[in-house]
């Protein structure tokens, strides 16, 4: 089987599938295919075929700033009504790295700097056309956007200005973002711009650039709108003197809120606070002229914002006001020294308060004056001096008059010669007391005394005058004045018969007193009587006291005292002995005796020859040894012997061969017989 093409006109092919290059375009030719088998059998084929236009693109951009990313669309030129089926993308930016080739049909690219650059699209049709186009593209610059910003004065405006800069455009326009929700755009040649902000505070403001090639850039800052502070003040006075309170009054004005204000005196001292005080004192110690400096605080988010005044005062100088008082008593005057100091003043004028509140007699304009209060207690005095500048200074303290306490006493019965006691019971105002003088007197003054209790004699009876002066610890006095009589004494006296009625221990004793009613013994022994003339027995031996006490019709006492003596003495000899005899008190001659302060027995025979003698006593002076009957151990003979005894008591009487003896004479030897019996 043959094949005959024909392509066009002229140009003919042949084969089962061949290939023809029509070199007109936009145009259509009938191709003819004639098929001829192995019999010579024929058939013919046409069909036209159309040859389009060539196939011409391009791309479309939109010119674009630094750092924003260029998009880029692929266009068909011709043919019409064919298809861009592939693209190959090539930006010239090999720096972008992979970004610089996409096959996107409409890609973004971010070129990596301002400049120019050949880009490059690649496309292919419906039909497998290929076609190529370039494009040259420029990067502009973007502008530097600043802006500096400045506070009005003490307003809401803050002025804003543009230091924006563009190398390679000229900028156009200026956005204004001011951060409090308004927007204000200006258009070149206007660069600044003015704002009211509504309030202080802390404002972030962004300042928008654009350029002639329709690129931006922004900037932020944060801006300060500062709130109007002013500090002012004013002092209060016209006359400003040295220790006088001063006041300053704060005229600051602020259209947020003062935080702190902090006054400098100008003296060395400052003071400080928080909360508003419209007025505000100071006192100055020493005259002179002084810068005042207020400064005042705000704060404007979490910055402080201060302003300040000053001002000049001249504080003349005043008095030192001062005085001094002393304590007194009621009833005393009370005297002010004035111990002021004049501070180089040439005339000072006083003014005197002291203070009782009853009268108006409580003042006095005097330097020193003297006041006399009407009642105990403290008052508050007050001392007003001024100086011939208007310039003056108060004192003040306090003086205290003290009570007076009262006198009062009595006294014990008042005898003539007994101590009368004087009791005081005088009444303290509020202090104690400390001191009591007594002074007594008769015609004329008899004596003094001194302490709360004391004691005085008087020697005679009469009337007396007895006079108490009290003072307490704060030296306040009052005296009292009494008459007392004293009444005249018994006469006490009293005799002692001792051995009465011839009973050893028994004493009478008799009295002798005078002018008395009652009558009190105590005889030293624990018995006492009542009795006129009693009769006592005395049973130990010892010293005992005897006291009488008279008691008149008046009650007036008198004592008379004794010592009574007692000693029971006594020496007893027996006459008879009877060595072998059966009662054992007679086998010896002993002597019987008491309270013997010396002794000395002796026997003696008929022939006067001494067989036996002995001074020996016992502490209580009892003879301790007594005659056997023996002479140098040999027994005497039945007999009548001769004793011989000396004795004095322990009181110093003498023994006269009986119990009860007298101290007239020395003592002298008593003697009598013995009979020994066998």
């Known amino acids: 089987m043959s094949r005959a093409w024909e392509f066009e006109p002229y140009q003919y092919g042949s084969g089962q599938n061949p290939q023809h290059t029509y070199y007109a375009t936009d145009s259509c030719y009938t191709v003819q295919l004639v098929v001829v088998d192995g019999r010579g059998c024929t058939d013919t084929a046409q069909q036209q075929v159309c040859v389009p236009a060539p196939l011409a693109i391009a791309m479309q951009y939109e010119q674009h700033c630094y750092g924003q990313p260029a998009q880029f669309t692929p266009q068909l030129v011709t043919p019409a009504g064919d298809s861009l089926i592939t693209f190959a993308w090539n930006f010239g930016d090999p720096a972008s790295g992979t970004s610089n080739t996409t096959a996107q049909k409409t890609p973004d690219h971010l070129f990596t700097q301002v400049g120019y650059y050949s880009?490059?699209?690649?496309?292919?049709?419906q039909y497998g056309c290929s076609a190529d186009t370039w494009q040259q593209v420029e990067v502009h610059a973007l502008p530097v956007p600043s802006f500096t910003w400045q506070n009005g004065s003490c307003d809401t405006t803050v002025m804003f200005s543009s230091t924006s800069q563009d190398t390679t455009a000229a900028i156009t326009t200026m956005i204004w973002d001011y951060g409090d929700g308004t927007v204000d755009t200006v258009y070149a040649p206007n660069t600044g711009a003015t704002h009211h902000y509504s309030a202080p505070g802390n404002y972030m403001v962004t300042l928008t650039t654009v350029n002639a090639d329709g690129c931006s850039a922004g900037t932020q800052q944060e801006v300060q709108r500062s709130g109007c502070l002013v500090a002012a003040m004013m002092a209060g006075d016209t006359l400003l003197c040295q220790n006088s309170p001063v006041q300053f009054t704060d005229m600051s004005t602020c259209d947020g809120v003062i935080t702190r204000w902090t006054w400098h005196w100008g003296d060395g001292t400052t003071d400080s606070y928080t909360q508003y005080d419209p007025y505000t004192l100071h006192s100055y110690s020493g005259p002179g002229t002084f810068t005042v400096s207020l400064v005042v605080t705000t704060m404007v988010g979490s910055t402080a914002i201060t302003d300040s005044t000053t001002r000049q005062v001249t504080i003349w100088p005043s008095p030192m006001a001062g005085f001094t008082a002393k304590d007194v008593c009621q009833g005393e005057r009370a005297?002010?020294?004035?111990?002021?100091?004049?501070n180089g003043a040439l005339a000072l004028t006083y003014r005197w308060d002291f203070g009782d509140g009853t009268t108006a007699s409580d003042t006095s304009a005097l330097k020193n004056p003297d006041y006399l209060y009407p009642w105990p207690g403290t008052f508050p005095v007050q001392q007003v001096v001024m100086n011939q500048l208007g310039c003056a200074d108060t004192t003040d303290s306090e003086i205290r008059v003290n009570g007076l306490p009262q006198a009062a006493f009595d006294n014990s019965m008042a005898c003539q010669g007994h101590e009368v006691y004087f009791f005081d019971h005088s009444q303290s105002y509020l202090a104690p007391l400390s001191r009591w003088g007594w002074m007594v007197r008769g015609e004329e003054?008899?004596?003094?005394?001194?302490?709360?209790?004391?004691?005085?004699?008087?020697s005679t009876a009469g009337d007396y005058t007895v006079t108490l002066t009290v003072a307490d610890s704060n030296r306040c006095i009052d005296t009292i004045v009494k008459q007392i009589t004293v009444n005249p004494v018994p006469v006490s006296a009293f005799t002692v018969t001792e051995n009465y009625?011839?009973?050893?221990?028994?004493?009478?004793?008799?009295?002798?007193?005078?002018?008395?009613?009652?009558?009190?013994?105590?005889?030293?022994?624990?018995?006492?009587?009542?009795?006129?003339?009693p009769?006592?027995?005395?049973?130990?031996?010892?010293?005992y006291t005897v006291h009488l006490i008279t008691v008149n019709s008046l009650g007036c006492t008198d004592t008379a005292t004794t010592v009574y003596r007692m000693l029971y003495k006594g020496l007893w000899i027996p006459t008879a002995m009877a060595p072998s005899g059966p009662v054992e008190q007679t086998r010896l001659w002993k002597p019987v005796g008491v309270n013997l302060a010396t002794y000395r027995a002796e026997v003696y025979n008929s022939h006067g020859i001494l067989l036996w003698s002995s001074t020996a006593l016992d502490s209580n002076g009892v003879p301790l040894q007594g005659w056997d009957g023996t002479y140098k151990q040999v027994p005497c003979q039945q007999d009548v012997y001769v004793w011989k005894v000396q004795a004095v008591f322990r009181d110093g009487t003498?023994?006269?061969?009986?119990?009860?003896g007298e101290t007239d004479n020395m003592p002298t030897s008593e003697w009598g017989t013995v009979t020994l019996i066998r």
Do not use: C, K, R
């Open 119 to 125: 880009v490059q699209l690649t496309a292919t049709d």
């Open 335 to 342: 005297y002010f020294n004035d111990t002021t100091l004049a």
């Open 445 to 458: 003054q008899l004596g003094t005394m001194n302490g709360a209790t004391p004691g005085f004699v008087f």
């Open 501 to 533: 009625e011839n009973l050893q221990g028994q004493v009478l004793f008799t009295n002798g007193s005078l002018g008395a009613q009652q009558y009190y013994w105590d005889f030293g022994n624990g018995e006492t009587s009542m009795a006129l003339s």
């Open 535 to 543: 009769v006592v027995t005395y049973d130990v031996d010892g010293n």
């Open 654 to 660: 003498i023994w006269h061969n009986e119990n009860v």
